[in-house]
């Protein structure tokens, strides 16, 4: 009975995915993935709900988003947990893994082991290493923070802002654009 059930779930998963990827920018409340294309709605489909998966790949995702690997290839505004976590667009929300990239503007609360923020962050991001290669605004805490730009407080071990516009707190503190004093130990300011 246990193998009937299994064998049912994944003639539905793939009946579901095959029918998926005949629409285009579906909107979907609920996703549930195995894989792409193995999903119940395509690759190219907005979620607006629930988005279950090992690994799921959506546009668009609002709402909740659990899985392993989770990936909004567009925007999300979602609480979003999996080991990790990928949005090629905006991020508004909390996302929560052990490595969370983002590729747009980011809004919110980040916790992993590795943040990875390419455009811009605002909020509060822990992790052991924090990255963001764009501007960061807010509070970047971890053994190891970076922003190019950075507006607000950096609290780990080593700190580093190409340009800084406020405090860091470590064992070893760069502000690289700092005419005097750049590289302090314990406390390193800009303002």
């Known amino acids: 009975m246990k193998r009937i059930r299994q064998m049912m779930l994944v003639a539905l998963l793939v009946a579901g995915a095959a029918r998926a990827t005949e629409v285009v920018n579906e909107k979907v409340h609920l996703q549930l993935a195995l894989f792409p294309p193995v999903q119940l709605a395509s690759a190219d489909s907005d979620v607006t709900g629930l988005r279950l998966g090992l690994f ?5 995702v609002t709402g909740l988003d659990l899985g392993v690997l989770n990936w909004a290839t567009g925007d999300e505004l979602a609480a979003q947990w999996g080991v990790m976590n990928i949005v090629g667009g905006k991020f508004t929300g909390a996302q929560f893994g052990l490595v969370n990239l983002d590729g747009g503007r980011f809004l919110g ?20 290493v ?37 405090l860091q707190i470590g064992i070893l503190n760069f502000a690289f654009s700092k005419e005097h004093l750049p590289i302090l130990p314990i406390i390193n300011w800009n303002f």
């Not at 799921?56 to 668009?60: L, R």
């Not at 609360?109 to 052991?128: C, H, K, P, R, Y």
């Open 56 to 60: 799921a790949m959506n546009h668009n």
């Open 109 to 128: 609360w980040q916790v992993s082991t590795v943040n990875i923020d390419g455009g811009e962050a605002i909020g509060f991001l822990s992790g052991v």
């Open 130 to 166: 924090n990255l963001g290669w764009d501007t960061v605004t807010g509070v970047q805490l971890g053994p190891i923070n970076y922003a190019s730009s950075m507006t607000g407080l950096q609290l780990g071990f080593i700190n580093m802002a190409d340009h800084l516009e406020g």
